[in-house]
């Protein structure tokens, strides 16, 4: 179900090609999940502006997120990539399989932002009063809160995709 091989670039469609050309100059190889992406002639497109949009969050609030949301899912190859980049964000091991669980009790105001995300999450969507009146106290505003659903969304997105079609994980794995 995999397309693996874009050398065959025939079935692949001009927009598609443009970010063969752009992951190739920039990382030296195209990721497999936007390889994936690629089955679509829209999908990536319209993707990939959604992902790199800015965020009032930071990168290691984004990247606990992602955690707790492809734990979540279930999602190895999100799982994978975000472990790394949670790395390389400077979170340890330990810290990172906290993040995954929807805690971070070495960061009071980042535990918040997992704890609130984890909730929305478990509960479709609704959210719990107690928890997001902690979320204002700790300084976040609904600014963050919308970024911090949008970064949701995006994984969302992912998860689904990369389970759906058994995305190979393309780079080093790490202990799940």
Avoid: W
């Avoid at 399989?97 to 009071?108: I, K, M, S, V």
Wanted: glycine letters at 4%.
């Amino acid at each position: 179900m995999f397309l693996t091989d874009i050398k065959h670039q025939d079935k692949i469609s001009e927009k598609n090609k443009e970010y063969i050309e752009y992951f190739n100059k920039k990382i030296g190889y195209v990721p497999n999940m936007f390889v994936t992406m690629m089955h679509s002639e829209n999908a990536l497109t319209a993707y990939y502006p959604f992902h790199k949009q800015e965020s009032s969050l930071s990168k290691r609030e984004q990247e606990a997120i992602a955690l707790v949301v492809s734990q979540d899912n279930k999602a190895e190859y999100c799982l994978n990539n975000h472990t790394m980049i949670a790395k390389l964000n400077d979170f340890s091991y330990q810290e990172i399989l906290e993040l995954r669980n929807g805690t971070a009790h070495f960061d009071p105001k980042l535990n918040i932002l997992v704890s609130l995300i984890k909730n929305i999450i478990e509960h479709k969507g609704s959210v719990d009063n107690y928890l997001l009146e902690k979320f204002y106290i700790e300084g976040y505003n609904q600014g963050n809160l919308v970024d911090a659903l949008h970064v949701v969304g995006d994984n969302y997105i992912t998860n689904f995709i990369g389970k759906v079609f058994k995305t190979p994980v393309d780079f080093p794995r790490h202990e799940l």
